[in-house]
T-cell receptor
């Protein structure tokens, strides 16, 4: 069965520093991967997705992620974070039947000045 | 206007009460989903529907039921609410590209 592990529950960083949020997945079928962001008191918004093609995926707000099949990872990166990036981030993979997403437990990114 | 709306946004109810959470979408998508979010657990799938006549249980369907009244409407019911159903509930839609669009959530508290 598919699963998603987000390796850090909380990541504190200073403004303008680089950040990496780590995600590992397990899947025995075609891999479709997603990163969502949840700002305080809001719903989830898609940051980026990998369905096929280039393993480096660029998303909104300057985020990017790299699909690494051998490492079964899909880490999210941003070279310079802003205070406004403070949010919870979720990694997700499509389930085996292709019917729904399986989410990780989330990583809280806290950016301070 | 938001593409996916949920009502109510906040609800406090008592143990044993029946409660319905409603979701509407204007994206024209066939697929709709209900998730619950608990701190430290991420989102877990309760039910999903691929069209009006198609309803499927998710990972944690016990204690919940759903109704797909139309392509655009998908309701979640708690027949007899219990305190451990206190959570943030999200509705989502998908047009078949696997990408899902989420509503703003309903914060439910069962006392």
């Amino acid at each position: 069965a598919q699963s998603v592990t987000q390796l850090d529950s909380q990541v504190p960083v200073f403004e303008e520093a680089p950040v990496e949020l780590r995600c590992n997945y397990s899947s025995s079928v075609s891999v479709y991967l997603f990163w969502y962001v949840q700002y305080p008191n809001q719903g989830l918004q898609l940051l980026l997705k990998y369905l096929s093609g280039s393993t480096l995926v660029k998303g909104i707000n300057g985020f990017e992620a790299e699909f690494n099949k051998s490492q079964t990872s899909f880490h999210l990166r941003k070279p310079s974070v802003h205070i406004s990036d403070t949010a919870e981030y979720f990694c997700a993979v499509i389930n085996q039947a292709g019917t729904a997403l399986i989410f990780g437990k989330g990583t809280t990114l806290s950016v301070s000045s | 206007d938001a593409d996916v709306t949920q009502t109510p946004r906040n609800r406090i109810t008592k143990t044993g009460k029946r409660i319905m959470l409603e979701c509407s979408q204007t994206k024209g998508h066939d697929r709709m989903y209900w998730y619950r979010q608990d701190p430290g657990l991420g989102l877990r799938l309760i039910y999903y529907s691929f069209d009006v006549k198609d309803i499927n249980k998710g990972e944690i369907s016990d204690g919940y039921s759903v109704s797909r009244q139309a392509q655009a409407k998908f309701s979640l019911s708690l027949e007899s609410a219990i305190p451990n159903q206190t959570a943030l509930y999200f509705c989502a839609t998908s047009g078949g590209s696997y990408e899902q669009y989420f509503g703003p959530g309903t914060r439910l508290t069962v006392t």
